[in-house]
């Protein structure tokens, strides 16, 4: 693994943090409205913005207006962009909608990518990934899957509910996961205006930055054609996991941005803050919040590009990967900014910047399946591992 940049991803990093810190830390102020993400004004200026820099969705191909990147590249990009937490917004690359992107860019018919995916590449509409369901339905496991689709003359009928369903509300389409069949899960390309699409609430979660929040959403006798299965019928756990893999990676990408933000937040402070005689970075418990944060930071990216290149190159188990990067890092993350917080002390708990940022990191550990459910299926893997090892 080499873990030098070429030249070009380099300047391409340095443009990435100079917008982000010119253009997009100064827009900030403007993001703290009550409810759920920027308003499409500021959304659009930001995006606007990131056009014009040529920053605009690097993880997506030219033919789609963006910068190609791979995985590693990616990386790099996100990071940057995620010190601000509208920088994701701003480039096109944030959840649901570049997860939801780089899926349809590999699965998508050509007749698909033009109605679906090429307006949301363009910023013109936003989208939404409806699997998570009100218990008893499917959570951080799949197989709980309750929404149903059936086959109906024409295409087909889903019928379900699904909540905490990022950026639900105001999405103009939403990627549906349904069961169909005794096993099988189909995913379908809805569009919000179909008869029976209903968005019942935005669900009022701590977490703000996502435009639309998360929605409790309801599907009734909801009628699509055939040419709205994305891929293969009964095909649709294996595309999840297409798409969620890399997308715990970009989440841990995006927040690592931000972890860093906290943590030069937190030593700007230290070196500034005088108490007991001294300068704070320079007694013994502040430097040991301020080393444990820049260790986190460090391990976080070495995880981050390991399982990036296994990604790129398919040198590995991406799942297993991608289920370790994302404990490590949400965890590391939350430990970095509530470092950061107590470092800060007063200042700390400030609903801006750091305050935000407890609130929006915290929820991590949780989406993408939980911390919990990520623990047992590496245990689990690892111990088959080691079983088929020992049979050799």
């Not at 990147?69 to 649901?96: H, I, K, M, T, Y």
């Amino acid at each position: 693994m080499d873990f030098s940049l070429s030249p070009e991803l380099t300047a391409l990093q340095e443009r990435t943090a100079a917008f982000v810190r010119d253009v997009v830390l100064p827009l900030e102020d403007r993001d703290r409205a009550p409810g759920h993400g920027p308003d499409d004004a500021l959304r659009a200026e930001l995006q606007d913005a990131a056009k014009d820099a040529g920053l605009f969705v690097p993880h997506l191909g030219a033919e789609l207006g963006g910068l190609g990147l791979d995985v590693r590249g990616q990386a790099v990009v996100f990071e940057e962009a995620g010190q601000s937490l509208l920088g994701p917004l701003a480039l096109n690359c944030a959840a649901p909608d570049e997860g939801n992107m780089a899926m349809l860019e590999k699965i998508a018919s050509p007749e698909q990518v033009e109605r679906f995916l090429r307006p949301l590449a363009e910023g013109r509409t936003r989208s939404a990934f409806a699997m998570t369901e009100p218990p008893p339905g499917a959570g951080s496991d799949p197989s709980m899957l309750r929404t149903v689709a059936e086959r109906v003359d024409g295409g087909w009928s889903i019928s379900g509910e699904k909540w905490f369903i990022t950026g639900g509300e105001g999405a103009a389409f939403a990627i549906v996961m349904a069961r169909t069949g005794e096993r099988g899960a189909t995913m379908f390309l809805v569009p919000a205006d179909t008869p029976g699409y209903e968005v019942l609430e935005s669900v009022d979660t701590i977490d703000r930055i996502s435009p639309g929040g998360h929605a409790h959403m309801r599907f009734t006798d909801v009628r699509v054609a055939d040419d709205q299965v994305l891929g293969a019928p009964d095909e649709g756990f294996r595309y999840a996991q297409v798409r969620l893999a890399p997308a715990r990676l970009t989440h841990c990408m995006r927040w690592l941005g931000l972890a860093r933000r906290a943590l030069d937040v937190a030593i700007d402070r230290a070196n500034e803050r005088e108490a007991f005689g001294s300068r704070l970075a320079d007694l013994g418990l502040a430097q040991r919040l301020i080393a444990d944060s820049l260790i986190d930071v460090e391990t976080s990216r070495a995880i981050i590009q390991k399982t990036a290149w296994i990604l790129d190159t398919g040198n590995g188990n991406p799942t297993m990967a991608s289920s370790i990067a994302k404990v490590h890092v949400s965890e590391a993350v939350g430990r970095i900014v509530d470092n950061a917080v107590q470092l800060c002390g007063s200042d700390g708990i400030l609903a801006h910047p750091l305050g935000r940022m407890v609130a929006e990191v915290r929820p991590f550990r949780i989406y993408d399946g939980s911390n919990e459910t990520h623990r047992w299926s590496i245990a689990r893997r690892a111990a088959k591992a080691r079983r088929s090892a020992g049979e050799r």
